[in-house]
């Protein structure tokens, strides 16, 4: 069995397989494929159609093009065939109504829809909401159903050459960082990928996010996408639950303690009390931090950093004193020696922020400060250690506003 959004990405916008509405939705006689295709074949009349003005979309060449409502005739008939054949096969029972009848209808029913077939998942989000407000039903769009791999290979069929999100496709969120990596670059793809889909650059540079914009965004939604309900859709990693858990914490809060609290605050809030949150924005708030330079720490501690062009402004702490390095990335002592003896190993320099000095006179020592992610990647590097294991250690350490979480070491 594997976990993942069932998703794709085609000309930049996010895409679901026809062949997967069943499963997103939950299927039973609302979203069941014969209804999927009677639906977009305009042949159920109202009260009781559904997905109304949904359009689904084919890519006979590299740009998508509707189906019309009348290629559907074909694919309403296979599912009628489908659905006669084990009819015919279980003359003596109800063919749908008993266990083993249901488990053919549903393995076998979505796969009569065309396959490399998609709508747009804005749109698909649009027409489900509206059919809840005229048919109640209070079933939640799940977009990472638990499914096996032959049936997940299935409803993925004809979109093999598209961007997809996956359950071992990489981290935060399952992005496929290959494909990503070619759009956006190397280091650029976590921070490109979320502003160009999130709007993250922006959420992160507000100065106060209300409750309600801070907890879709930690669930991974953008609060300007009207057609996006947290409190009935599922991602890959958070469901509705976690959001309203989010929400009820942040306006709890916001009630005793009114304030402006940015993004960063709202997140450190969410750790704090041990809340489930989406993992994207753990590995984002990296990869922003990553992008600061590595004297950041001098002046008066503001400095720039973001992505995809757009500067935000931040404050970074004096930095990370050599003792909680040694004790945050559990150094061997050869590692320690050579942060306190940065004369003999100048590779060093590229992550420390301030140099230390030793005690003179009435003038206290001092120690070495540094920028444990920029430390993170030495250690990468030169240690071969495993960036994951890097990126947890920072990540468990960092809290708001680029402040970290300083032991008593030196």
Known sequence: MSVGRLTIWIDGREALPLRAIPYVAGWEHLYSPDVVAESLARVTAAPFEKLRNLVAYHRPASKPLPVMAGEWTAAV??????????????????????????????????????????????????????DRKRTPDDR?????????????????EGFEDCPRRGPDAGMAGGI??????????????????????????????????????????????NPHDDNCDPTTIT????????????????????????????????LAIAREKGLKYH?????????????????????????????????????????????????????????????????????????????????????????????PVRFAEILIERDGKNRRAMEAIITHNFSASFEFRVGNGA
Request: hydrophobic fraction near 40%; glycine fraction near 8%; include cysteine.
């Open 77 to 130: 008939a296979e599912i009628k065939g489908f659905v006669a054949g084990l009819r015919e096969q279980r003359p003596d029972t109800e063919a749908m109504d008993d266990h083993a009848g249901y488990a053919a209808w549903r393995k076998g029913a979505a796969l009569k829809l065309p396959a490399g077939v998609f709508v747009w998942l804005d749109e698909f989000l649009r027409e489900r909401e509206a």
């Open 140 to 156: 939640p769009v799940t977009l990472a159903p638990m499914l096996d791999d032959d049936t997940r290979a299935a409803l993925l």
């Open 176 to 221: 496929d960082e290959e494909t990503v990596d070619a759009m956006f670059g190397e280091r650029e793809h976590r921070t490109g990928w979320y502003d160009a889909t999130l709007d993250a650059d922006m959420w992160f540079g507000l100065a106060s996010p209300t409750p309600r914009e801070a907890a879709m965004v930690l669930c991974q939604f």
């Open 235 to 266: 991602t890959d990693e958070t469901g509705p639950e976690d959001f309203k858990r989010l929400l009820r914490v942040f306006e709890d809060l916001e009630k005793v303690e009114p304030k402006a609290r940015t993004l960063r605050q709202w």
């Open 279 to 371: 993992s994207w924005i753990d590995a984002y708030a990296l990869a922003r931090t990553e992008e600061l330079p590595a004297d950041s720490g001098s002046g008066d501690g503001a400095v720039k950093g973001g992505a995809g062009g757009t500067a935000a402004v931040s404050t970074l702490p004096a930095g990370i004193p050599t003792g909680t390095i040694i004790e945050w990335f559990r150094l061997t002592d050869a590692w320690a020696d050579k942060l306190k003896h940065i004369c003999r190993n100048p590779f060093l320099r590229a992550a420390l922020m301030r140099e230390g000095c030793r005690k003179s006179g009435k003038t206290p020592a001092t120690p070495h400060l540094w920028n």
